[in-house]
């Protein structure tokens, strides 16, 4: 299997952590998707990345959908990351929400990079990272378990980690993250374990026509 794009993406990020928590081999194909968007197109007219191409060639897109193709993949016995029952709707919840403030913080990036950005656009996507940010602070707060659903990690603790470093270093300064210091303490934890370690690239745009 071929993963296509870069680990400073919080979606790719989270997919690349995931497979590599299960063990599954897979290739990395580090691609830009500005620089390299001819190579992902090959595979994915969509041109987004986080993209998966399977053995047969078929190729997934989208974080929740190749996530719950991995955990179908190695079956519910070892798919520890992912939550059963009522657990799992409000796994989901956590993780719409968290990859939520992604979209919004890409949105955001995009508008400077692009163009000189819509005030109201841009103003609309400020608030809406940062009251949900605020919203998942307390979510993180009144748990007092090592992790979101107990002493396991979850699809939602490594969701939150890859969104908060990446609204971190793509937007800097732009939200005060003084007054967040549950989704700190999660996000310091979780950048600790060797898998976020390896699984990690400093944030970079490249521009359209860029290598
Ligand atoms: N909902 C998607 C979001 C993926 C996404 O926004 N990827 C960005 C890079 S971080 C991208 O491909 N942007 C280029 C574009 O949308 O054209 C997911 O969960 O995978």
Same mark, same amino acid.
């Given at each position: 299997m071929l993963l296509i794009g870069?680990?400073?993406s919080?979606f790719v *990020?989270?997919v690349g952590?995931?497979m &590599?928590?299960?063990?599954i081999?897979f290739d990395h194909a580090p691609w !830009?998707g500005?620089?390299d968007v001819d190579k992902i197109a090959r595979h994915n007219p969509l041109r987004r990345v986080p993209a998966l191409v399977l053995d047969d060639n078929s190729v997934l897109t989208d974080s929740f959908v190749i996530l719950e193709a991995i955990?179908d993949m $190695?079956?519910?016995?070892?798919?520890?990351?992912? *939550?059963?029952?009522?657990?799992?709707?409000?796994?989901?919840?956590?993780?719409?929400?968290?990859?939520?403030?992604?979209?919004?913080? $890409?949105?955001? $990036?995009? %508008? *400077?990079?692009?163009? =000189?950005?819509?005030?109201?656009?841009? =103003? *609309?996507?400020?608030?809406?990272?940062?009251? @949900?940010?605020?919203?998942?602070?307390? =979510?993180?707060?009144?748990? &007092?378990? =090592?992790?979101?659903?107990?002493?396991?990690?979850?699809? /939602?603790?490594?969701?939150?980690? @890859?969104?908060?470093?990446?609204?971190? %270093?793509?937007?800097?300064?732009?939200?005060?993250? !003084?007054?967040?210091?549950?989704?700190?303490?999660? !996000? %310091? /934890?979780?950048? /600790?374990?060797? $898998?976020?370690? !390896?699984?990690?690239?400093?944030?970079?745009? &490249?521009?359209?026509?860029?290598?």
């Amino acid at each position: 299997m071929l993963l296509i794009g870069q680990y400073d993406s919080p979606f790719v *990020r989270r997919v690349g952590i995931a497979m &590599t928590l299960y063990g599954i081999a897979f290739d990395h194909a580090p691609w !830009s998707g500005f620089g390299d968007v001819d190579k992902i197109a090959r595979h994915n007219p969509l041109r987004r990345v986080p993209a998966l191409v399977l053995d047969d060639n078929s190729v997934l897109t989208d974080s929740f959908v190749i996530l719950e193709a991995i955990d179908d993949m $190695v079956g519910p016995d070892r798919a520890f990351l992912g *939550r059963a029952g009522a657990d799992r709707i409000a796994m989901l919840r956590l993780c719409a929400f968290a990859a939520g403030v992604a979209d919004k913080g $890409v949105s955001l $990036v995009y %508008e *400077r990079a692009f163009r =000189e950005g819509l005030p109201m656009w841009v =103003e *609309r996507c400020q608030s809406q990272v940062r009251d @949900t940010l605020a919203l998942l602070d307390a =979510e993180r707060a009144a748990r &007092t378990s =090592e992790w979101l659903f107990g002493d396991q990690l979850s699809h /939602a603790d490594i969701v939150l980690a @890859t969104m908060l470093r990446f609204i971190s %270093e793509a937007l800097p300064g732009m939200f005060a993250m !003084s007054g967040l210091a549950a989704l700190r303490r999660h !996000s %310091e /934890a979780c950048e /600790a374990l060797p $898998v976020f370690q !390896s699984i990690c690239q400093p944030y970079q745009l &490249t521009m359209p026509g860029e290598q």
